[in-house]
């Protein structure tokens, strides 16, 4: 997988001659984006399997990027993926239909895309073409569920709305005479008509597998690929016992993997003639040559395909992929149905569940991390008096945020009080105990661009709030003394697209450091504060990592730096006092811990609905703002407790 070329290197780089004169003279600041581009995709690697290190592959994928920026286009990529779900439903996949493993891999897949528009304005959207009806019959997979599942992943995508995903259907890019619009009847009827279709028009004659996967990395790559996952997929379809030994098993399997492999050389080059100009991404292993192996699902397993193995979330929000028999055989997990079909599996906590004698709860899993928690008998259902703040207050600790959305009576000023004094003890400030946080132009009541409509800085609250220490000498200093929690009502929705508040759990944020910067390293470092706002406060010797006082889990200490060039009100400077110390500068950790906070992977972006309630551990979790129009309607209510 292509790294990111600094721009220093590129800037001398020996591009081909064909690629320069293509591309013709460099602008810097095009391949400083571009460049830029690349390094969100390697984010998104597939880890196992052969990846490319040669410059020259760096390049071809880096003059496509640069092509589209120069010219202020979208960056448009395409990916041959989710085809039907694998036919194993005993031990592999928990049904024919998507279900949570599909919907966090288009969440990363739309997060990949939100990425790059988060540096580029034109933004990017992926094409999904799915290759369902290319290999369903080899797998004894009926034309009709392969139109069911596609047909679920559209509904989904609309539901969750993934705005960057795009769906592409076999019809689209081989020429057959079927009706522009399909339902379920046509499309089953004409199924064998678009694989004919496709074989005719883009199969080689002269495709000889067997050399093939003996010369090719790349085919001997998906190959290999193809047996594993088939031997799963086809021990039921298929069974071992009489009449048919593991060895001629085997050697179906095998024969099977072979006919995908003369398909898939047809639809790959169909897809590069009616996508020629696409990106191309591949969920195999590859070298990384002529496409970008990429992660569907953010997971650290080797099951990295939704359609071929089932999801689980730890009570931390971290996932898990493996085959339904694991979780099935794991007392530790447990089975969620969502929509009367089975979904997901999850830690066992008694913390998920609350009001059983008012018809319960459901906690959903929030993309990257967080929880959703509804009332199981439907909206307003339950009130803000049923919320259990003991257990909501628990799980805060492990899993930030938790939003509480359609509980009743939520935007009662008396009510929310009294649940914030359940929670713990709140803990007033300059302001008062409750914080309206909503456009105030230019009055900051001396709390900078809080109570503003621009970008916020990441940051954890309080830090600001200080008293003074005495040392041996005698002499002062600033002791910052943030609380624990914060507890939100949201007294209006949010403007759509805009104005999200964003969380960054220290869980993921860990889980995402890069290698030179690992956690052993950000443990022995401080920093300092200083900014003009709140009475010109300088804080020195903040620890970068503490451990959480409940939990013992590491977590981030930290104020993402904020520049008088992004913003209006007053700059935010911070320096690591002893980076040099550690083999390290300041400017090299800030920049990347300011990177992970706002790496979709990591950084949940909450849109508020109004009467949503949220509840966040101020220690697990750092959080920020996006900006919104002024003086629009937005606006929160606000308390710290302990």
């Given at each position: 997988?292509?790294?990111?070329?600094?721009?220093?290197?590129?800037?001398?780089?020996?591009?081909?001659?064909?690629?320069?004169?293509?591309?013709?003279?460099?602008?810097?600041?095009?391949?400083?984006?571009?460049?830029?581009?690349?390094?969100?995709?390697?984010?998104?690697?597939?880890?196992?399997?052969?990846?490319?290190?040669?410059?020259?592959?760096?390049?071809?994928?880096?003059?496509?990027?640069?092509?589209?920026?120069?010219?202020?286009?979208?960056?448009?990529?395409?990916?041959?993926?989710?085809?039907?779900?694998?036919?194993?439903?005993?031990?592999?996949?928990?049904?024919?239909?998507?279900?949570?493993?599909?919907?966090?891999?288009?969440?990363?897949?739309?997060?990949?895309?939100?990425?790059?528009?988060?540096?580029?304005?034109?933004?990017?959207?992926?094409?999904?073409?799915?290759?369902?009806?290319?290999?369903?019959?080899?797998?004894?997979?009926?034309?009709?569920?392969?139109?069911?599942?596609?047909?679920?992943?559209?509904?989904?995508?609309?539901?969750?709305?993934?705005?960057?995903?795009?769906?592409?259907?076999?019809?689209?890019?081989?020429?057959?005479?079927?009706?522009?619009?399909?339902?379920?009847?046509?499309?089953?009827?004409?199924?064998?008509?678009?694989?004919?279709?496709?074989?005719?028009?883009?199969?080689?004659?002269?495709?000889?597998?067997?050399?093939?996967?003996?010369?090719?990395?790349?085919?001997?790559?998906?190959?290999?690929?193809?047996?594993?996952?088939?031997?799963?997929?086809?021990?039921?379809?298929?069974?071992?016992?009489?009449?048919?030994?593991?060895?001629?098993?085997?050697?179906?399997?095998?024969?099977?993997?072979?006919?995908?492999?003369?398909?898939?050389?047809?639809?790959?080059?169909?897809?590069?003639?009616?996508?020629?100009?696409?990106?191309?991404?591949?969920?195999?292993?590859?070298?990384?040559?002529n496409k970008l192996s990429i992660n569907l699902l953010p997971t650290d397993t080797m099951f990295t395909t939704p359609w071929h193995c089932s999801i689980a979330f730890r009570l931390d929000g971290t996932t898990i992929t493996g085959h339904r028999s694991e979780f099935d055989a794991n007392d530790s997990f447990e089975l969620v149905y969502e929509d009367n079909r089975p979904s997901y599996f999850r830690e066992k906590s008694d913390l998920?569940?609350?009001?059983?004698?008012?018809?319960?709860?459901?906690?959903?899993?929030?993309?990257?991390?967080?929880?959703?928690?509804?009332?199981?008998?439907?909206?307003?259902?339950?009130?803000?008096?049923?919320?259990?703040?003991?257990?909501?207050?628990?799980?805060?600790?492990?899993?930030?945020?938790?939003?509480?959305?359609?509980?009743?009576?939520?935007?009662?000023?008396?009510?929310?009080?009294?649940?914030?004094?359940?929670?713990?003890?709140?803990?007033?400030?300059?302001?008062?105990?409750?914080?309206?946080?909503?456009?105030?132009?230019?009055?900051?009541?001396?709390?900078?661009?809080?109570?503003?409509?621009?970008?916020?800085?990441?940051?954890?609250?309080?830090?600001?709030?200080?008293?003074?220490?005495?040392?041996?000498?005698?002499?002062?200093?600033?002791?910052?003394?943030?609380?624990?929690?914060?507890?939100?009502?949201?007294?209006?929705?949010?403007?759509?697209?805009?104005?999200?508040?964003?969380?960054?759990?220290?869980?993921?944020?860990?889980?995402?450091?890069?290698?030179?910067?690992?956690?052993?390293?950000?443990?022995?470092?401080?920093?300092?504060?200083?900014?003009?706002?709140?009475?010109?406060?300088?804080?020195?010797?903040?620890?970068?990592?503490?451990?959480?006082?409940?939990?013992?889990?590491?977590?981030?200490?930290?104020?993402?730096?904020?520049?008088?060039?992004?913003?209006?009100?007053?700059?935010?400077?911070?320096?690591?006092?002893?980076?040099?110390?550690?083999?390290?500068?300041?400017?090299?950790?800030?920049?990347?811990?300011?990177?992970?906070?706002?790496?979709?992977?990591?950084?949940?972006?909450?849109?508020?609905?109004?009467?949503?309630?949220?509840?966040?551990?101020?220690?697990?979790?750092?959080?920020?703002?996006?900006?919104?129009?002024?003086?629009?309607?937005?606006?929160?209510?606000?308390?710290?407790?302990?």
């Amino acid at each position: 997988m292509p790294s990111v070329l600094k721009l220093d290197t590129a800037d001398g780089l020996a591009f081909p001659t064909s690629l320069t004169e293509k591309l013709g003279k460099l602008e810097p600041a095009h391949l400083e984006t571009a460049s830029g581009i690349l390094s969100i995709l390697s984010r998104y690697k597939l880890a196992r399997g052969a990846t490319s290190t040669k410059t020259h592959n760096e390049v071809i994928f880096l003059a496509q990027i640069y092509a589209r920026v120069a010219a202020a286009e979208t960056i448009l990529m395409c990916l041959p993926a989710f085809p039907f779900k694998s036919p194993n439903t005993c031990t592999k996949v928990l049904g024919r239909l998507p279900d949570k493993a599909e919907e966090f891999a288009l969440a990363h897949l739309n997060g990949l895309c939100a990425a790059i528009g988060d540096i580029y304005e034109p933004g990017a959207r992926l094409m999904i073409v799915s290759d369902g009806l290319v290999y369903n019959d080899l797998l004894g997979v009926p034309d009709k569920d392969v139109w069911a599942y596609g047909e679920a992943l559209r509904v989904l995508r609309t539901r969750k709305d993934f705005q960057h995903i795009e769906f592409c259907r076999l019809k689209d890019i081989v020429h057959v005479d079927v009706p522009n619009e399909l339902d379920e009847i046509r499309y089953v009827a004409n199924a064998t008509n678009f694989r004919h279709a496709l074989l005719k028009q883009f199969s080689r004659p002269d495709f000889d597998v067997s050399l093939r996967i003996s010369e090719d990395e790349d085919t001997c790559l998906t190959y290999r690929g193809y047996i594993k996952f088939l031997e799963t997929d086809l021990q039921n379809v298929y069974p071992v016992g009489e009449g048919r030994s593991k060895s001629k098993y085997k050697r179906g399997v095998e024969y099977i993997a072979r006919q995908m492999l003369i398909r898939g050389d047809a639809f790959a080059r169909a897809v590069r003639e009616r996508f020629p100009d696409r990106l191309r991404l591949s969920i195999h292993a590859s070298t990384g040559e002529n496409k970008l192996s990429i992660n569907l699902l953010p997971t650290d397993t080797m099951f990295t395909t939704p359609w071929h193995c089932s999801i689980a979330f730890r009570l931390d929000g971290t996932t898990i992929t493996g085959h339904r028999s694991e979780f099935d055989a794991n007392d530790s997990f447990e089975l969620v149905y969502e929509d009367n079909r089975p979904s997901y599996f999850r830690e066992k906590s008694d913390l998920l569940s609350w009001a059983d004698e008012r018809g319960g709860i459901i906690c959903e899993p929030l993309y990257p991390a967080g929880l959703l928690i509804r009332p199981a008998a439907g909206r307003r259902t339950l009130s803000i008096r049923d919320v259990d703040a003991a257990k909501v207050r628990v799980l805060s600790q492990v899993n930030s945020p938790v939003v509480l959305r359609s509980f009743s009576q939520t935007r009662n000023w008396d009510l929310f009080l009294d649940k914030a004094q359940g929670f713990g003890v709140p803990t007033p400030w300059k302001f008062g105990l409750v914080l309206e946080i909503k456009d105030r132009g230019a009055d900051t009541r001396g709390l900078n661009n809080v109570l503003s409509a621009e970008w916020m800085p990441f940051h954890y609250d309080g830090l600001f709030k200080t008293e003074k220490g005495v040392r041996e000498d005698g002499s002062e200093y600033l002791v910052s003394t943030p609380p624990s929690f914060q507890f939100f009502a949201a007294v209006t929705e949010s403007p759509k697209k805009t104005g999200y508040t964003l969380f960054s759990s220290s869980t993921m944020v860990f889980k995402y450091l890069p290698a030179h910067l690992p956690l052993s390293s950000l443990r022995p470092l401080t920093w300092t504060v200083s900014t003009s706002s709140f009475n010109s406060t300088v804080i020195r010797g903040l620890p970068l990592v503490i451990d959480h006082p409940a939990t013992g889990r590491p977590c981030l200490r930290f104020h993402e730096p904020w520049p008088q060039s992004k913003t209006r009100f007053e700059a935010t400077h911070i320096t690591i006092d002893n980076a040099a110390a550690h083999d390290t500068d300041s400017t090299t950790v800030c920049e990347a811990l300011t990177s992970l906070l706002h790496d979709r992977r990591v950084a949940y972006y909450h849109s508020w609905e109004k009467g949503d309630l949220l509840v966040s551990d101020n220690i697990l979790a750092m959080h920020a703002r996006s900006n919104f129009m002024a003086g629009c309607d937005r606006e929160l209510w606000r308390v710290h407790f302990d």
